[in-house]
């Protein structure tokens, strides 16, 4: 693993998701020369925003890791700078190729398949068998590190392999591309890029929310792919009917196609995610422990990923084989955060014994106003405190669809406005799940 991927992987857990995938994921490792790292960006922009606003972010990774580094500099693409003979480096970088936009373990095979990603995964392998004749387009959503992004980028691996024109872009680098044309009298180019496509991946779609001109453009964007046949796959934190200031034309274009989503991994497949994911970094990972960190970690994968990693970095620095008891004493803080986390079961319970009736009444067929009003008290939280998705919470409500969630939660987030003694019993539940 060279410097730069290090620091990645210290950035990703200190920095937001959303700054992660649209400033650090597209820089690219290129030399060393004595103590001073150079990384490859795209363009100008990356530079001065690395410089402006994660010179601090790198400053503490340089002091936290031992790379003998210590500074970093950029290189813009596609000026190359030629390393010292001796000097570690790597080929260099077109940023323009599909390839270079995409991260290289984000591929179908390392992408571990459960109940909770089977639907999203066919899907993906569908259309990245036939693109724009499967599903198009095709809308990928659920919460945060739950592999949207690694499902998005596999389809381009795989489609870029058939040597298709295609663009992986978060909607963070689509809004300073087009911000960039408008102000520099270059949007007949930014047209030009985005139109004449076969490919258009767009992660963190959800960040077009409230954005005039960014939803005005991806309006003209769709229209001229989709009538050109052309493939486009979407990724965002949530449906297009949970996007908020979302413009009704591209709401229902979002929704032309397939919309699948992804949740929370059962045990089966956290347990396969943490061994894959040792395997990936050299290391075999005991059966116990392994089971050990996926009974005891709630989150997404993401979360799981982290936990394995301060593990594997600990053995590897330590010299300390790993074992239950050492992954319970070096994760000990994490596991019991974890273990502080609320479920929609625990909403249920509490929900339950405020209104004086039974967990499962919740989840009965009853259109009681007995049972109605605190299913939609229960829906609300599971949405607000256990961060669940509208499909997941309406699984665990007896089959609910999600229209019916989304409107429960919408009627108390309305009626909370107004309603005091709904805010009071709010305020408690809230305390209680605390």
Same mark, same amino acid.
């Given at each position: 693993?060279?410097?730069?991927?290090?620091?990645?992987?210290?950035?990703?857990?200190?920095?937001?998701?959303?700054?992660? *995938?649209?400033?650090?994921?597209?820089?690219? !490792?290129?030399?060393?020369?004595?103590?001073?790292?150079?990384?490859?960006?795209?363009?100008?922009?990356?530079?001065?925003?690395?410089?402006?606003? !994660?010179?601090?972010?790198?400053?503490?990774?340089?002091?936290?890791?031992?790379?003998?580094?210590?500074?970093?500099?950029?290189?813009?693409?596609?000026?190359?700078?030629?390393?010292?003979?001796?000097?570690?480096?790597?080929?260099?970088?077109?940023?323009?190729?599909?390839?270079?936009?995409?991260?290289?373990?984000?591929?179908?095979?390392?992408?571990?398949?459960?109940?909770?990603?089977?639907?999203?995964?066919?899907?993906?392998?569908?259309?990245?068998?036939?693109?724009?004749?499967?599903?198009?387009?095709?809308?990928?959503?659920?919460?945060?590190?739950?592999?949207?992004?690694?499902?998005?980028?596999?389809?381009?691996?795989?489609?870029?392999?058939?040597?298709?024109?295609?663009?992986?872009?978060?909607?963070?680098?689509?809004?300073?591309?087009?911000?960039? *044309?408008?102000?520099?009298?270059?949007?007949?180019? !930014?047209?030009?890029?985005?139109?004449?496509?076969?490919?258009?991946?767009?992660?963190?779609?959800?960040?077009?929310?409230?954005?005039?001109?960014?939803?005005?453009?991806?309006?003209?964007?769709?229209?001229?792919?989709?009538?050109?046949?052309?493939?486009?796959?979407?990724?965002?934190?949530?449906?297009?009917?949970?996007?908020?200031?979302?413009?009704?034309?591209?709401?229902?274009?979002?929704?032309?196609?397939?919309?699948?989503?992804?949740?929370?991994?059962?045990?089966?497949?956290?347990?396969?995610?943490?061994?894959?994911?040792?395997?990936?970094?050299?290391?075999?990972?005991?059966?116990?422990?392994?089971?050990?960190?996926?009974?005891?970690?709630?989150?997404?994968?993401?979360?799981?990923?982290?936990?394995?990693?301060?593990?594997?970095?600990?053995?590897?620095?330590?010299?300390?084989?790993?074992?239950?008891?050492?992954?319970?004493?070096?994760?000990?803080?994490?596991?019991?955060?974890?273990?502080?986390?609320?479920?929609?079961?625990?909403?249920?319970?509490?929900?339950?014994?405020?209104?004086?009736?039974?967990?499962?009444?919740?989840?009965?067929?009853?259109?009681?106003?007995?049972?109605?009003?605190?299913?939609?008290?229960?829906?609300?939280?599971?949405?607000?405190?256990?961060?669940?998705?509208?499909?997941?919470?309406?699984?665990?409500?007896?089959?609910?669809?999600?229209?019916?969630?989304?409107?429960?939660?919408?009627?108390?987030?309305?009626?909370?406005?107004?309603?005091?003694?709904?805010?009071?019993?709010?305020?408690?539940?809230?305390?209680?799940?605390?």
């Amino acid at each position: 693993m060279n410097p730069w991927e290090k620091i990645r992987e210290h950035l990703q857990g200190r920095i937001s998701p959303q700054d992660y *995938s649209s400033w650090v994921e597209p820089a690219r !490792f290129s030399h060393v020369e004595e103590d001073v790292l150079f990384v490859r960006v795209p363009n100008k922009m990356f530079r001065d925003f690395y410089e402006q606003h !994660f010179a601090g972010d790198l400053q503490q990774a340089l002091r936290a890791l031992p790379l003998g580094i210590e500074r970093i500099e950029f290189l813009e693409a596609p000026a190359a700078v030629p390393a010292k003979k001796g000097a570690q480096s790597q080929a260099v970088f077109d940023f323009d190729s599909p390839l270079a936009q995409l991260n290289p373990r984000y591929k179908f095979e390392t992408f571990i398949v459960g109940p909770s990603n089977q639907f999203a995964h066919a899907a993906s392998d569908a259309v990245a068998r036939n693109p724009s004749k499967a599903y198009n387009p095709l809308f990928l959503y659920g919460g945060v590190g739950l592999g949207k992004t690694h499902l998005v980028q596999a389809i381009g691996h795989a489609l870029a392999e058939r040597r298709l024109r295609i663009c992986y872009v978060t909607t963070n680098q689509f809004v300073h591309e087009m911000i960039n *044309s408008i102000r520099y009298d270059r949007m007949i180019s !930014f047209h030009d890029r985005y139109r004449n496509l076969d490919v258009l991946l767009v992660d963190d779609i959800h960040f077009v929310s409230g954005k005039e001109r960014t939803q005005e453009e991806f309006f003209h964007t769709f229209n001229a792919l989709y009538e050109g046949q052309k493939q486009m796959v979407f990724a965002s934190d949530r449906s297009p009917k949970e996007i908020p200031q979302l413009e009704e034309r591209l709401r229902s274009r979002f929704e032309w196609g397939l919309m699948a989503d992804l949740q929370l991994p059962d045990l089966e497949t956290k347990v396969a995610i943490l061994m894959r994911k040792a395997e990936l970094h050299g290391v075999t990972l005991p059966d116990d422990v392994a089971l050990l960190i996926a009974s005891k970690m709630h989150g997404n994968v993401r979360e799981l990923e982290g936990a394995l990693t301060r593990l594997l970095a600990y053995s590897s620095l330590t010299g300390v084989e790993i074992r239950v008891g050492m992954a319970q004493q070096v994760l000990k803080g994490t596991l019991a955060a974890q273990e502080r986390l609320v479920n929609i079961e625990a909403v249920q319970q509490v929900v339950a014994e405020e209104f004086r009736i039974r967990p499962a009444d919740l989840k009965a067929r009853s259109n009681s106003r007995k049972v109605v009003y605190p299913r939609q008290v229960a829906m609300y939280l599971c949405r607000e405190m256990a961060a669940a998705s509208l499909p997941e919470i309406g699984r665990a409500f007896g089959g609910k669809h999600h229209t019916t969630v989304l409107h429960s939660i919408e009627k108390i987030q309305e009626s909370k406005k107004t309603n005091k003694e709904l805010t009071r019993v709010l305020n408690k539940l809230t305390d209680l799940l605390r």
